[in-house]
């Protein structure tokens, strides 16, 4: 399923990460402050309203533990029992009505040398 | 079992009454009946829990059923659940008697296992609540640890460091309160001794006056007016009172107040807790003393809230022949009220 909107941290190296697959999809990279380093509810009600719909989100490791930790918690996200968010890795998320029903995680592709 | 001498017509006749009436203080429903199927004893209990009244046959039918399988010669078991007069499950054994080929008879024993069921489906969700309780403070150790690694910006270090700290410390809380909590259910609480109240709320209180301000929030403890000297083991209901507190100072913003004091209402002393906070809403006023029911998960994230504070003050109060009740208004604050029994010379005095 291809992504409809690609989000990002406005830290310049999470746009970096971004643009690439915005470009492929022909989006633009939206820059959001909830998605800033040090954030924590702000950035979890932005994934809450992206529930249900495909878009593609890049933020930092506190903010991604923040996250998956409040899903885990209030949702009941199962997401095993020693969770993992390796640099470059990617975790989907699934749900609707601003309600998560499925974590699964991604690890990091490691780029073959040119 | 040694044979039972010859008896004569009285003698059989009474040791048959006194059968029969043992028979009624078993707390099992016995049926017997003989090789024609016809009941020829029906216990107390199997009378009350076995009967026609209001309408509702299908426990006797299914008594009648297993007994017939019995005389056939096979044990027989079944669990039935009924839904009226009230719900309830009972759990039906049929035996054959003297002998299977042909039995000269058959028993049927029936227990009501409604409260074993009930206390089954509680512990089992208590398992999957625990369980889950005790993976997401995992979970978050196993995250931070691995956003930590390679970290270089040391304000982001600082600041994923805390985090770890406080989530090891809700894990080691909630370990902490669940060893509380099966303690004083086990009933390992020593015996109750005199304590004054004052004491109590004194020891409660302390280390929260500080907590509370950093907040901006005032902790005004009224000393009571009279000596309340409680019948208590002071060690839980010190903790009882320091969870009440602790809750208070939480759910209140800052600016708002938190009122303890103690009264004497009749033989009991009432210890009050009020805060001017985020109120609980009608709807789970009722559930706030069960382990791990949350208002709202998030708060109770932040704050480092166990999800068993509650729990333990109502096991406390139970055990110390008192109670715990809650008048809340959302928006507005709650008041909790611990009851505890006055020791005896406290209400002869007057």
Excluded at chain 2, 11 to 28: H, P, S
Excluded at chain 2, 269 to 290: K, M, N, S, W, Y
Excluded at chain 2, 296 to 305: E, I, Q, Y
């Amino acid at each position: 399923m291809p992504p409809t909107r690609t989000l990002s941290s406005p830290y310049l190296r999470c746009l970096q990460t971004m643009e690439p697959l915005s470009r492929a999809h022909n989006l633009a990279v939206e820059a959001n402050d909830a998605l800033s380093e040090g954030q924590s509810s702000a950035a979890v009600s932005l994934i809450r309203s992206l529930a249900g719909t495909t878009a593609v989100v890049c933020t930092h490791g506190d903010v991604i533990a923040e996250i998956l930790v409040t899903l885990a918690d209030e949702d009941r996200v199962d997401l095993g029992l020693a969770p993992r968010q390796a640099k470059g890795s990617v975790w989907a998320l699934e749900g609707r009505d601003s309600f998560f029903t499925s974590a699964r995680y991604f690890p990091p592709v490691v780029a073959e040398s040119v | 079992m040694g044979r039972q001498p010859e008896l004569n017509g009285n003698e059989a006749r009474d040791l048959l009454a006194l059968l029969v009436q043992a028979v009624d203080k078993a707390n099992q429903g016995l049926v017997v009946c003989n090789k024609k199927g016809r009941v020829v004893l029906r216990n107390a209990p199997a009378r009350e829990l076995v009967n026609a009244r209001d309408g509702d046959f299908l426990a006797e039918k299914a008594v009648e059923a297993a007994l017939g399988r019995a005389l056939a010669g096979a044990y027989h078991e079944e669990t039935l659940d009924l839904y009226s007069p009230t719900r309830h499950t009972l759990k039906i054994r049929a035996y054959p008697l003297g002998g299977s080929n042909p039995p000269s008879g058959a028993i049927a024993l029936v227990d009501d296992v409604s409260e074993l069921r009930r206390l089954e489906a509680v512990r089992r969700d208590f398992v999957a609540n625990l369980s889950h309780e005790l993976k997401t403070p995992l979970g978050a150790l196993s995250l931070l640890a691995e956003t930590l690694d390679g970290e270089e910006d040391p304000d982001v270090v600082a600041r994923l460091t805390a985090r770890v700290g406080a989530e090891a410390t809700r894990f080691s809380r909630i370990v902490d309160d669940l060893l509380d909590l099966s303690r004083i259910e086990a009933g390992a609480t020593g015996s109750l001794s005199e304590v004054a109240l004052s004491a109590v709320i004194d020891e409660a209180v302390e280390g929260f006056q500080e907590p509370a301000a950093a907040r901006g929030i005032r902790l005004e403890v009224a000393r009571p007016k009279h000596v309340l000297n409680v019948m208590a083991n002071r060690r839980d209901l010190v903790s009882a009172v320091a969870n009440l507190v602790d809750n208070a100072i939480k759910y209140s913003e800052p600016g708002g107040a938190v009122y303890v004091d103690a009264d004497r209402r009749g033989d009991r002393a009432c210890l009050r807790v009020r805060d001017e906070g985020v109120g609980i809403p009608r709807r789970d006023q009722e559930r706030i003393f069960e382990r791990f029911y949350r208002v709202d998960r998030a708060r109770s994230r932040w704050t480092g809230g166990t999800g068993l504070g509650l729990a333990i003050v109502r096991h406390v109060a139970a055990y110390h022949g008192g109670d715990v009740s809650v008048d809340s208004v959302e928006g507005e604050g709650s008041t909790f009220t611990l009851w505890v029994p006055l020791a005896k010379q406290e209400h002869a005095r007057d």
